[in-house]
C-alpha cells in the first residue's frame, strides 16, 4: 500500500503516472487500518498462523524520498500506525534511506511523540556497500528493526547487533542477476548465531545452486515447494504475534 510511489506503467489507482514525479497518496494507511483482521488461518500461508496483520507501508516506493515533509509523514505514519485502528496491526517501513528515518525519528522526539512500537522500520541491503547502512535504524527506539535483503547480489557479512528481522530473496524479472543460494544458507546461519528471525522471501527468476542455475516453474521463484528444504524458512520475530 504505497503513499509515495514511482511508477513505470500506466495510470493505477493508488500509483504515480510517472516514474519520475514523486506523488503522495494521502490517506491510504488510514484506510487501510479499518481493516478488519486475517484469518486465524491461512492454508495457503502457513506462516502467518498466529501473527497480527501486517502491511508494508510503501512496497513500490519510498517514502523518506526528499520530497515528502516531517509534517506527511508524521499525519500519514506515525500517528495512523499509533491510532486506535492502526494499533492492530504492525507496519512494516522499509526505506533505501535509513539515515534520514533517523532524522525524522528524532524529528518526533522534539515534537514530543514516540515511535509507535507497531511501526517497523527496516532497510533494504542488496551489497556489501548498501550493508553500512544498518547503522542508522540503531538511532530508532523501538523493539524490532529489520532487514529486506533482496535482491541478493553478492555474500554479505550483517551487523546484526538491534536488527530483529532479516528477509532474504532472489531478484524477479527476464533480466535477473544470479542469485547464489550459498548467499542465502550464509545470511541464515548469521541469523541463527544471533537469535534473529529469518524469512525466505523467494528465489528470484535466476537462482543457482553449486554453479547450476535452477529451472523453477515459478517465474518468480515463490513457491516454496520448488525450493531445497533447508530453505523453506520464513519466521516473524515473537514480537509480531503480540496483538493478537
Given at each position: ?7 513505470r ?5 493508488g ?71 492502526g494499533q ?17 525519528s528524532?524529528?518526533l ?7 509507535p ?8 541491503v ?18 524490532v ?5 533482496e ?67 515459478d ?26
Amino acid at each position: 500500500m504505497p503513499l509515495a510511489v514511482f511508477n513505470r506503467g500506466g495510470k493505477i489507482d493508488g500509483y504515480a503516472e510517472r516514474f519520475d514525479k514523486l506523488t503522495l497518496f494521502p490517506g491510504r494507511m488510514a484506510k487501510a487500518a479499518k481493516l478488519g483482521a486475517p484469518p486465524e488461518h491461512r492454508p495457503d500461508k502457513p506462516w502467518i498462523d498466529g501473527c497480527s496483520q501486517l502491511w508494508f507501508v510503501n512496497d513500490m516506493g519510498d517514502a523518506l524520498s526528499k520530497g515528502v515533509s516531517f509534517e506527511f509523514l508524521r499525519t500519514e505514519i506515525a500517528n495512523v500506525a499509533a491510532s486506535e485502528n492502526g494499533q492492530r496491526s504492525f507496519w512494516l517501513w522499509l526505506t533505501k534511506r535509513p539515515k534520514r528515518m533517523g532524522e525524522f525519528s528524532r524529528w518526533l522526539e522534539r515534537q514530543g511523540i514516540a515511535w509507535p512500537r507497531n511501526l517497523i522500520p527496516m532497510t533494504s541491503v542488496i551489497d556489501k556497500a548498501m550493508a553500512g547502512q544498518m547503522k542508522h535504524l540503531l538511532e530508532i527506539p523501538t523493539e524490532v528493526r529489520g532487514l529486506s535483503v533482496e535482491p541478493l547480489l553478492e555474500p554479505v557479512q550483517l551487523d546484526l547487533r538491534g536488527i530483529g528481522w532479516v528477509i532474504v530473496g532472489g531478484e524477479s524479472g527476464t533480466l535477473s542477476r544470479p542469485f547464489d543460494l550459498a548467499w542465502a544458507r550464509d545470511i541464515r546461519d548469521q541469523c541463527r548465531r544471533a537469535g534473529i528471525a529469518f524469512f525466505v522471501k523467494q528465489l528470484g527468476g535466476n537462482p543457482v545452486e553449486n554453479g547450476k542455475s535452477l529451472k523453477l516453474r515459478d517465474a518468480h521463484g515463490g513457491d516454496w515447494s520448488e525450493w531445497p528444504k533447508d530453505l523453506r524458512v520464513r519466521e516473524f520475530p515473537k514480537a509480531f504475534r503480540k496483538l493478537r
